[in-house]
């Protein structure tokens, strides 16, 4: 596999412009508006897996939008590596932020990327990462380097909660078989710093209402003798944390799994530049729960965050008026144990409890997913670790996440089957926000590391076989 490296030299130019061409698509899975452009990417994920040298490749309906699936078997004797990712992404909103077209994608030079990075909404998360394993299959294919079986799952909801890769893992739990589950979707700590994803945090996300008065009214007129579902939203919303920026809701805690003193100190060992951080971000000090590192702020505690908030006018100019609703969106990072439909029905009747007089809130659940944590004495993990190490050249670091990936849980539920995150973003790759990118340095040496990952798992599974 030592040739890997001039393949990628040679067809450089065309991986990259491949990820180019598909994060022009604009893919958003959240908005009505864009349902042909997430079908239509679909389409081209489908045929860039016919070109890597897939034998069998799919458009496969569900109740929402397509997963495209693809599969190389060259033994049933082998093992078999099931490759998860997502073609939808997340809205570009606000889009005035963005120095350049979110779906127009530039590579520009940064001082984190002298090689240049792509900028545009997807480039990282997650149609970079997952494109990375389609370029990966194409090498070992055309290079006869393909040890095990393959199979490719790549779903068009993830940024809205996957609702639809449930009912189709239920349906095609034989079509799915595999020895190990492989995901890039996450990060690593730095470009000279591999790191394998050990914990995902689940989520909860609901949105919330409060009505005052049946219309819009005059705040001069009315003022001080109604309530004002605006003030109250606000009010609600800081009563769920206390001043050590506690979550207040009853029982919210109850099923945390503490880490050991042993267990803190180990991931202390990660490294992390507090003030980088806050120049990083442009702020002047960080802030969280107390008692926690910002590292364990961010990866091993429950958090609560409000993601949007709205009611009334927001226009040019002034308008008097008491607004009859407010709304507001609310998400909750878990931990394990947390059941994330527990969490739901604890924050539900919580809200609603207290709510004052003269409104009436209501608590809408979106969706959500479970905690995840990936034993690091499985072939999985030593596989992926050897493969970091033959290109990297050192031992990745074992690293918690914040982030959530809500299928993994139900992955080993379903499919029985550990997941691996080999993920290749960096923090500051700006997912979910505005100028996305992806450094063109990631992309390649992902494209190159993954191929390892397959030889690895093989000659582990047949030296225990």
Request: with cysteine; hydrophobic share 35%.
């Amino acid at each position: 596999m030592e040739n890997i490296a001039s393949y990628i030299t040679t067809h450089k130019d065309r991986f990259i412009q491949e990820l180019v061409e598909l994060l022009k698509i604009p893919s958003i899975s959240a908005d009505p508006a864009f349902a042909q452009d997430v079908l239509n990417t679909a389409e081209a994920v489908k045929s860039a897996l016919d070109a890597a040298g897939c034998e069998v490749t799919e458009i496969c309906e569900t109740p929402g939008y397509p997963i495209v699936y693809g599969e190389k078997i060259i033994d049933p004797k082998l093992p078999t590596v099931l490759v998860y990712g997502h073609y939808d992404v997340q809205p570009p909103d606000p889009v005035d932020l963005w120095n350049s077209p979110p779906f127009e994608p530039v590579i520009k030079a940064t001082d984190l990327h002298p090689e240049g990075a792509i900028f545009a909404r997807g480039a990282c998360d997650d149609k970079g990462q997952m494109y990375m394993h389609v370029k990966a299959l194409e090498f070992m294919v055309k290079n006869n380097e393909l040890p095990c079986n393959v199979k490719f799952m790549i779903e068009g909801e993830e940024e809205v909660g996957s609702e639809s890769l449930g009912w189709f893992v239920e349906h095609n739990r034989e079509k799915l078989a595999n020895d190990v589950i492989l995901i890039s979707d996450t990060g690593m700590i730095a470009k000279d710093i591999p790191s394998i994803t050990t914990g995902l945090r689940g989520l909860s996300y609901v949105e919330v209402e409060v009505v005052g008065p049946n219309r819009d009214l005059h705040s001069g007129l009315y003022g001080g003798a109604v309530a004002n579902p605006i003030n109250i939203m606000t009010k609600l919303i800081a009563s769920l944390h206390d001043e050590n920026n506690h979550i207040t809701v009853p029982g919210f805690y109850d099923k945390v799994i503490e880490l050991s003193v042993e267990e803190r100190a180990e991931m202390a060992k990660a490294p992390f530049n507090l003030e980088n951080y806050k120049k990083a971000l442009d702020i002047e000090d960080v802030y969280g729960e107390k008692g926690y590192s910002t590292n364990e702020r961010n990866s091993i505690r429950p958090t609560l965050d409000v993601n949007g908030i709205w009611g009334g006018y927001t226009g040019e100019g002034a308008k008097t008026v008491i607004a009859s609703k407010a709304y507001a969106k609310i998400s909750m990072r878990l931990v394990p144990d947390q059941d994330w439909k527990e969490i739901t029905q604890l924050f539900k009747a919580h809200f609603e409890s207290i709510a004052p007089k003269g409104t009436r809130v209501t608590v809408k659940p979106h969706h959500g997913g479970f905690p995840y944590v990936t034993p690091m004495d499985s072939l999985g993990y030593a596989a992926a670790s050897k493969a970091y190490e033959a290109t990297f050249g050192k031992t990745p670091i074992p690293q918690r996440s914040g982030g959530s990936i809500p299928i993994v849980s139900l992955f080993e539920k379903e499919l029985k089957s550990k997941t691996i995150l080999m993920g290749f973003g960096l923090d500051s790759d700006a997912i979910h926000s505005p100028n996305e990118h992806f450094g063109l340095w990631n992309y390649l040496k992902g494209i190159e590391t993954i191929p390892y990952f397959y030889r690895y798992f093989t000659e582990l599974s047949n030296s225990e076989s």
